[in-house]
């Protein structure tokens, strides 16, 4: 135990800031991809993802709109928990339909405040 306590420190030179680096000398990992606008999304789809999402897309127009009865509102909900239970994807991915409903999430969520406050 004598030999370790009577050991000196050494002196490292160490620069006070790091060193300039140009932006493309960041790393570039494989999956970094851009961001693709909704569109763009859109147009990869296979029909019967396209099918889908114009499925989800109607019922919740039907949903929101103004002047939809209390059936034809039972039924677009029908239609989107359907969807959303059925949807097959691993648990380390957003299910499509969910997916597809994201745009929409706001419009969903004022309406089922709105109904849950009557």
């Known amino acids: 135990h004598t030999k370790m306590s009577e050991k000196k420190g050494v002196k490292i030179k160490v620069p006070s800031k790091d060193p300039k680096t140009k ?3 960041e790393p570039q990992w494989p999956e970094n991809k851009p961001i693709q ?3 763009e999304v859109v147009e990869g ?3 019967e993802d396209t099918l889908l999402k114009e499925k989800l897309e109607t ?3 039907k949903l929101t709109e103004k002047k939809a009865t209390q059936q034809r509102q039972q039924e677009a909900l029908d ?3 359907l969807e ?3 949807a097959t994807a691993s648990m380390t991915s957003v299910p499509k339909p969910l997916k597809f409903l994201r745009p929409f999430y706001d419009d ?5 405040k709105k109904k849950n406050a009557v």
């Open 23 to 25: 932006e493309s000398q």
């Open 45 to 47: 789809l296979s029909p």
């Open 84 to 86: 959303i239970q059925s």
């Open 37 to 39: 606008d909704e569109e």
């Open 108 to 112: 969903l969520k004022s309406l089922y």
């Open 79 to 81: 239609v989107l928990e």
């Open 59 to 61: 019922a919740v127009r």
